[in-house]
């Protein structure tokens, strides 16, 4: 499988950005879906994650009511739409594929190359 995460950019803070993750190779509509980011200095961190069908979604608390994930089975695509967005969201994002509906890093299998996300005050 292999994960291709695009969108990012340099945005002011309060603004919108919305990421776009496509998935190829062996790919199953049964995977759940996850970003996480890391920003500079500090460890990778959960983002949100949506399962398989698209029913479920987790998010972690500093993105609640301001992130949205999403996902298209037939485009094999996540998304993750950013609102309301502030200087410390600033980090690299990563789309990681896994079978299990976790926030845990190590649950997941594969992980695409990352965008980078800039937000200034």
């Known amino acids: 499988v292999q994960l291709q995460a695009s969108g990012g950019g340099l945005v002011q803070a309060g603004g919108s950005l919305r990421l776009s993750c496509a998935a190829s190779?062996?790919?199953?509509?049964?995977?759940?879906m996850g970003w996480f980011r890391q920003a500079p200095g500090k460890e990778r961190e959960f983002v949100a994650a949506?399962?398989?069908?698209?029913?479920?979604?987790l998010y972690a608390d500093s993105v609640k009511g301001r992130f949205t994930i999403s996902r298209d089975n037939a485009k094999n695509t996540v998304y993750l739409q950013m609102n309301s967005l502030k200087p410390e969201d600033t980090a690299v994002y990563y789309c990681a594929a896994g079978a299990y509906f976790r926030t845990v890093e190590g649950q997941y299998d594969y992980w695409g190359q990352g965008t980078l996300v800039t937000v200034s005050s």
């Open positions: 949506i399962s398989w069908s698209g029913t479920s979604a």
């Open positions: 190779g062996r790919t199953s509509s049964k995977t759940v």
